[in-house]
C-alpha cells in the first residue's frame, strides 16, 4: 500500500509542477478509465464465452459419466434396461439441469464469503455507492463480479452482461479516484465514467453510454460532469470499435414510420409497455421477498434457482443467458414465433429472470427489459397488421419500438432509453415511434412506480436518490439530537435595522420572535426580510410585529429529522422553532438546516466506517 501512495504522490506532484492538477486532470483519469473499462467489457465477454465452453464440457463428461455407471448397473441388475440408458440420452437430462445447479450454487459460495454487493444487477449499488459513499467501490469488485456474472450467465441465468460492466467500471473509476486521493465529488464523476465506458463499449453506443452515466447513476446532467464522462465513453467506443468493429450490437432489417396514423398505435404500445415494466418490477422484487422467506441454506437457494432454470430451459431455451440472438431474430421476423411463442416468451423471462437474481445470481435487468419489450412489440405488431383504411409497419418496427418503450419504462430514463437502441439498432428512421412510446412508457410506469428498477432496490433499504440525503440515516435521528436551545431571539418590537443588523453578524437563517411573556410568536426568516427590503419607504418604521409569521410551522423533540428535512425543503426554511409537545407556544429552541446535515454527515462517516470494517 506504501508502493501504491508513494507512485500516486510522485504522480501528483508533477501533474502540479505541469499545472493539470484541476480539471484537466480529471479528464487525464476519464480517459484513462474509458481505456481500463473499455478493455473490461472485452475481457467480460470472452470470459462468459469461456464460461459457457467449459461448463458445457464439464456437463458433457459428467453425463457420460453417468451413462457408463448405468451402463456397468444393467450389466449387472438385468432390470436395467439398455432403452433406459439411451432415453437418459435423449433427454440429455444432467447437461440441462446440472449446468444452472452448478453455476448458481458456485456464484452464491463466491459472494457470500467474498463480496455480497456482487450479487443482482448491479447498477442500485453504484448509485449507492454515489449517494452514501461518494464514490468509494470496493477494488475486489473488478474481479469478483466479472467472473460471478460470467458464471451466472454462462450457467444460462436469464440475465443480462450490461448491469455487471457498468458494476465493474464504476469500480475501475473508483479504484483510479481513490488511488490518486482526489476529492469525493471527482471520484463520483470517474464512478460515472467507468459506467459509461462499460455501456458504450458493450453496445457500441457512446453518447447512449454518456446518457446512462449522468441520467441514471449521477443523475446529474451538467458540463463539469458530463465532458469527462463523454471522454471515457468514446475512449471505451474506440477500444470496442478495434476488436468488433463498428457494426451496431443488433442487425435489424431498415423500418420507417408506414403512416403518421400509426402514431396512435405507438402511443398504445408504450402504455402496454409502461404496464409490462411495472410488473417486471414488481415480480422481482416480490420474487426476491419470497425466496428470502424461505428458510433454507443459500446454497440449496441456488440449487433450487438452478433446478427451476434448467426446466424451463427444457420446454423453452430461449429464455437463458443474455438472448441477443433471440432478440435479433424477433426483430427481424415476428412471425417466425406466433402470437402464443411470443406471450410465453415475454412471461416466461420476467418470472426466470427474477428467480435467478433472488437465488442470488448475478446479471443484469436491462437485456431482459429489451427481451421483453421485443416480444411484446412483436406480438403486438402481428395483432394490429389487419386494421384497415391506413398503412401499418410490419411487427418487426413495433418489437424494436417495444424494446425502447419497456427500457423506458423499467428505468424511468427515457431519453437514455431512446438513444441507445437508436445506436443499438442505426435505425434513425423510426425515432419518432421511439420517442412517443417510451415517454407514454415512462409516465404510465411512473404513475403507478415511484421507483425504476434500479432505484427501487435502494428505497426498499431506507434510502434516497438525493446527494447528500439518505433517509435510513435521516430516519433514525430526531429533533432532540440537534435542537439549538441558546439560539438568538427578537421581541415584537424589535426594530428592522436591528434585525438587519444581526443578520449580517451572526450565522443565523432566522429568528424566533417571543412575546412579551417569553412565548413564540412566530419567526422572522430571509423570506420576510428579502420582502421587507424590495420596500426602502417603509424599512425606517418597520417593526418585528409587521413582518412576523405568526401561523409558523413548528417542531417537537420527537420528530425524526427526515421529516424535518422534507418540510425545510418544501418551504424553503433555513430553520424551524421547537415546542413543547403540549404546549405549541413554549419554545424550546430552533432546528436549522445546517445542525440537520452536520449530524447527518457525522452519521455517514461513522456509517462508511462500519462498511469497510465489513
Known sequence: MAKENKVSSKIIAAARKLKIFDDSFVLILAALVGLTGGYAAIAFRYLINYVTVLLGFMCEYTSFGIQYLLLQISKILPFVHSKGID???????????????????????????????????????????????????RPRI???????????????????????????????????????????????VLVGCGAAAGISATFNAPIA???????????????????????????????????????PAFIVSHYELASYRELGLYCALGLLAGLVAVVFVKVLYKTEDIIDTIKIHWLLKAAMGGFLLGLAGIYCSEIQGVGYGVI?????????????????????????????????????????????????????????????????????AYALVGMSAVVAGTTHAPIQAILILVEMTGNY??????????????????????????TMKLIRRGESMEIGKD??????????????????????DTPFHEILRLMRTTNADGFPVLDEDGRLAGLVSLQQISKALRNEDTQENLLTRD????????????????????????????????????????FLGIVTRFHVMSMYNKELVLLQGDVKEQ
Open 209 to 247: 453510454g454518456t446518457l446512462f452515466a449522468s441520467e441514471v447513476i449521477l443523475r446529474d446532467i451538467r458540463i463539469t460532469s458530463v465532458s469527462p464522462i463523454l471522454i471515457a465513453s468514446l475512449v471505451a467506443a474506440s477500444v470496442s470499435r478495434a476488436y468488433y468493429g463498428n457494426s
Open 471 to 492: 433517509r435510513k440515516i435521516l430516519k433514525k435521528l430526531w429533533v432532540a439530537d440537534v435542537v439549538v436551545s441558546n439560539c438568538i431571539t427578537i421581541d415584537l
Open 142 to 188: 473488478v474481479l469478483i463480479k466479472m467472473f460471478v456474472s460470467a458464471i451466472t450467465i454462462g450457467s444460462g441465468g436469464s440475465v443480462g452482461r450490461e448491469g455487471p460492466i457498468v458494476h465493474i467500471g464504476s469500480a475501475i473509476g473508483s479504484v483510479f479516484g481513490q488511488f490518486f486521493k482526489i476529492s469525493s465529488s471527482a471520484v463520483t
Open 547 to 586: 413582518i412576523v409569521v405568526s401561523e409558523q410551522y413548528t417542531l417537537t423533540l420527537n420528530e425524526n429529522l427526515s421529516d424535518v428535512y422534507d418540510e425545510m425543503k418544501l418551504g424553503g426554511q433555513g430553520c424551524l422553532p421547537v415546542v413543547a409537545e403540549d404546549d405549541n407556544k413554549k
Open 87 to 137: 432415453a437418459f440420452t435423449e433427454l440429455n437430462f444432467v447437461y440441462i439441469f446440472l449446468i444452472p445447479i452448478i453455476g448458481l450454487m458456485l456464484v452464491a459460495f463466491i459472494t457470500n464469503v467474498f463480496a455480497k454487493e456482487a450479487k443482482g444487477h448491479g447498477v442500485p449499488e453504484v448509485m449507492s455507492a454515489v449517494t452514501r459513499r461518494g464514490g468509494i467501490i
Open 328 to 396: 435479433e431474430m424477433i426483430l427481424n421476423n415476428p412471425g417466425k414465433y406466433g402470437i402464443i411463442i411470443l406471450s410465453v416468451l415475454c412471461m416466461l423471462k420476467i418470472v426466470m429472470t427474477s428467480v435467478t437474481i433472488g437465488v442470488g445470481g448475478s446479471g443484469g435487468v436491462f437485456a431482459p427489459s429489451l427481451f421483453m419489450g421485443a416480444a411484446l412489440g412483436g406480438l403486438f405488431g402481428i395483432c394490429v397488421q389487419e386494421i384497415p383504411y391506413f398503412d401499418i409497419a410490419s411487427p418487426g
Open 429 to 454: 428512421e423510426i425515432i419518432l415511434p421511439i420517442m412517443i412510446s417510451c415517454v407514454i412508457s415512462n409516465i404510465v410506469s411512473k404513475k403507478i412506480e415511484s421507483g425504476s428498477i434500479y
